[in-house]
């Protein structure tokens, strides 16, 4: 039977695939300490391919480390010991203290994320979109968290991003600020994965506070032939980038009616929001990509989070919202929504005033935005709105049928009791079901009969044939075969 799964919570244990392999980590596509080379889709060279490149245009291995768990039986310093996997002794260099470390693409690719696509009516509504939502991002990172076991440990985080982050930077030390700059490079904040570096609106160049790598020449060119200013800077910044994987029937191409190339850098930069202009030969419009979300367990929790994503951009075009705010503050948002049980610890920065545009210029940017928890984002409190309550006017002046009315209604519970803790996110569901599992050491260890016994509650649950009030309270989900 199928799961649905943000990220195997023993990928790169031993036997962790059926049949099991020997990683082979000087040799093959995948060179992994932990993962074995049979593991990589057979269906297409693609994959091979951007593993492969990813590491060979970073010049060294992929440096991926999680914070592990602190529980009460966790050696303290815990450090592994790589030498019997075959380690040359540069992962033992990378690895961290007090830290899960992985050394693939494998481990950011080998996750599974939650994407809606959203089309504006014009480029101006597209851009819009694509600056507005962006502040959201963190916001369902901490709504949508599944993912706190890494290689077979539970650790400090609940979601993909930073294995994500660590697993397709491919920059040179140069491009890191390692060491200096070869011709052609050019200083690089970020590797292919993150956050967005560039707002597109006009009203979101305000908030434009992050260092842009591009080259000058490139925007000149683009402005020159009709471009707008800030999206010229945003492909620019894109095109400073190699490609890590191109088909040989797509080299010789005529740029002048074809996007091909454009495509290739553009498919190979992973954003937590993509901005897609129409394609070459299509009809398709200016469309905008969701893409932060971890993937969640059942349908009706995946359905949620996409009709709410929806309705997010519902509810900023028909109230005409301003949720703008520096992007430094929305990176650094993606860094706290990413933790142990963010959705009730952390505060995020978050726009005080999201239904006025009257901003005077010469006004701190600083005075515009303050901390929230995730409960007043979404559920509001005296001084602030909140999105759900936006979310029911609209509906209501939608007026739409009792049975669509009813399907919305349990998806905003959803996100509204996990706001205010009164549901657990599947992240911090699993992380109870392993803490609780009469086999756990307080070790941080998820053996292979936990992990079993794990997948088995998931399948379950997400067939109906089990209730979980923890995940969904009254709520009993729809029974499947």
Known sequence: RKLIFNFYSRLGCSNFSEPPGKPTPHSGSIRSLFIQEGTLFQGHRRWHAITENVELRRGEKIEINVPIFRDKNVPK???????????????QRLAKDDHVYMDSTGFGMGG????A??????????????DQLTVFCPV????????????????????RWIPSLGATDD???GERGLAPLKPGELLMRTGRNGSVEWYLSEEGQRYNDLPLSYDDKWVNLMMENGVGKALAQHIAHLMSRDPVSILSTQIHVDDQTETTCFENIQGSTWRSMRFKPPPSNSDIGWRVEFRPMDIQMT?????????????????VLYFNLNVLIPLSKVEDNMMRSQKRDAVNTEKLWFRKDITSHNVATDQPIDQEYDEFTVNEII?????????????????????VDAETRSTIDQFLNLFSKRAKGELLTDAAWMRKQVLTHPEYKHDAVVSERINYDLLKKIDLIARGHQTCPDLFGSHVLKKLP
Do not use: H, W
Not at 140 to 159: C, H, K, Q, S, W
Not at 299 to 315: G, P, R, S, W, Y
Not at 382 to 393: A, Y
């Open 379 to 399: 559920n509001g409190k005296k001084s602030f709105v909140g999105i759900i309550p936006l979310i029911n006017s609209y509906v209501d002046d939608m007026k």
């Open 299 to 315: 349908d009706f929790e995946n359905a949620a989070a996409c009709c709410f994503v929806i309705l997010l951009a519902k509810i």
């Open 171 to 173: 920059r040179t030390r």
């Open 112 to 115: 599974c994320c939650l994407q």
């Open 140 to 159: 369902m990172v901490a709504l949508t968290a599944a993912a706190p076991i890494f290689r077979g440990y539970l650790t400090e985080v609940d979601n």
């Open 117 to 130: 696509t959203l089309l504006g009516r014009d480029l101006t509504e597209a851009q819009v979109l694509y």
């Open 77 to 91: 310093p815990f450090r592994e010991n790589f030498g019997p996997l075959g380690d040359n002794g540069e992962a």
